[in-house]
């Protein structure tokens, strides 16, 4: 699995923005994500969404200001980002969990199998 991730870029606090990620192949119990990673921090969990369902999860810190969103025709997984604050800057990464059955969303990083090249996020304030 391929995935090709894009949309980064630079706002201002209190602004958005909406980040792409194309996977090569998706499967039902696949799982997609986003993790970020801030310099000199660990890469965290942001976000994830079921392949099949729909269904989606978010850290805390992002809830009701981020929402991750899927188009199944075009393998597509979508973060949108507002009330972005200048501790959202980071490089965000899109991940796929390669599961072969059903389970429940999973937030750390080494759960996910196939990850592609970040995209800077940049906000200031």
């Known amino acids: 699995v391929q995935l090709q991730a894009s949309g980064g870029g630079s706002v201002q606090a209190g602004g958005s923005l909406r980040l792409s990620c194309t996977a090569s192949?998706?499967?039902?119990?696949?799982?997609m994500g986003w993790f970020r990673q801030a310099p000199g921090k660990e890469r965290e969990f942001v976000g994830a969404i079921t392949w099949r369902a729909g269904k989606t999860d978010y850290e805390d810190s992002v809830r009701g200001r981020f929402t991750i969103s899927r188009d199944g025709a075009k393998n597509t997984m979508y973060l949108q980002m507002n009330s972005l604050k200048p501790e959202d800057t980071a490089v965000y990464y899109c991940a796929t969990r390669a599961s072969s059955r059903l389970t429940s969303i999973r937030r750390l990083p080494s759960d996910y199998d196939y990850w592609g090249r970040g995209t800077q996020v940049t906000v200031s304030s």
């Open positions: 192949v998706m499967f039902a119990m696949y799982h």
